[in-house]
């Protein structure tokens, strides 16, 4: 028989638990899927987030200044001719009378559309090529890899000298040129990335429901591999404007009265120790495209590792 002591602690010790003593351990982080978390860690990224404001704000200048402005980036006129920055002419003119300001913010529009279409390429034939290379593997893969290095081995200005040669010099030359050889290490990455994830289990699954080979690489390799594609695409934009610029210094790119970053900053270093502004202006800008693109994709980079998660 039970004494009251005994009865009194058994009632305590199975006594129902309260809803106030669970407070403490409450859920506190929010749900969140892999691109919600991804963009809660890219916008504790400051220098990531200045580098995604700083390119949108160019790319809307690029879009709107040309439209809003008083003058054209090929109209000339030749009593103003090399003015300084002024109140009608923010950036000065050049030697033709030709507003800089205009002409800065074209050739900035000029240099991103480049950019954009050798990322298009990239995410379309290379992330093909590297997914079928991977996916089917054996003998398939190993021709398209010796495929891939002997393109990769044709030099870069070498094709576009070609190019330029039988079609002529402007945008479409540079384009083609970087269509040709410019996907080749974005096959490469997606290759090695497929080649991982073709193991997984929810491939098994695809090809044990019967999905075909280019639904399974289209629906399951490639969306699991979007970041790493998305970190490479923030990389090739820059590299693609870069070398826009270059052949374009050099004078086998753009040429004038069509404005591109790459002639401004020519046409500049010709006149750099009598008429600075015209060199200093589209310096700024392209280094601005540089700098905010590579602050962008190192953010990329940190926000879609599946380790950084926390």
């Not at 398939?140 to 070609?162: G, K, S, W």
Request: proline share 5%; no cysteine.
């Amino acid at each position: 028989m039970q004494t009251p002591n005994n009865a009194t602690e058994n009632n305590y010790k199975f006594a129902p638990v309260s809803n106030k003593s669970l407070t403490g351990e409450k859920i506190v982080r929010p749900s969140l899927n892999y691109w919600q978390d991804a963009w809660r860690r890219l916008k504790k990224n400051r220098l990531a987030m200045a580098g995604l404001i700083i390119l949108v704000a160019l790319i809307v200048l690029a879009i709107i200044v040309p439209f809003v402005s008083s003058y054209d980036y090929q109209t000339q006129n030749l009593k103003v001719k090399n003015v300084s920055p002024s109140g009608e002419h923010w950036f000065g003119t050049d030697d033709f009378g030709r507003d800089v300001w205009t002409r800065v913010w074209w050739g900035t529009r000029i240099s991103l559309f480049i950019g954009i279409v050798a990322a298009l390429i990239d995410l379309v034939i290379g992330v093909l090529y590297g997914g079928i290379s991977a996916y089917y593997g054996g003998k398939v893969d190993e021709v398209m890899q010796r495929t891939i290095e002997i393109v990769y081995a044709i030099p870069f200005l070498l094709i576009a000298i070609l190019l330029i040669m039988v079609i002529g010099s402007g945008v479409s030359s540079i384009i083609l040129a970087m269509a040709i050889t410019g996907w080749v290490p974005m096959a490469r990455l997606v290759r090695g990335q497929m080649l991982t994830l073709k193991e997984q289990e929810f491939v098994l699954a695809s090809r044990t429901l019967g999905a075909s080979p280019m639904r399974i690489i289209m629906r399951s390799l490639i969306p699991n591999a979007l970041g790493i594609i998305i970190v490479q695409i923030t990389f090739v934009v820059p590299a693609a404007i870069f070398t826009e610029a270059f052949l374009s210094f050099i004078g086998l790119g753009v040429k004038p009265p069509l404005a591109s970053l790459g002639n401004l900053l020519s046409d500049g270093a010709n006149y750099i120790r009598l008429y600075p502004h015209r060199l200093i202006f589209p310096t700024i800008i392209f280094s601005l495209i540089l700098l905010s693109f590579n602050l962008l994709g190192d953010g990329l980079r940190d926000a879609l590792d599946p380790k950084m998660r926390k």
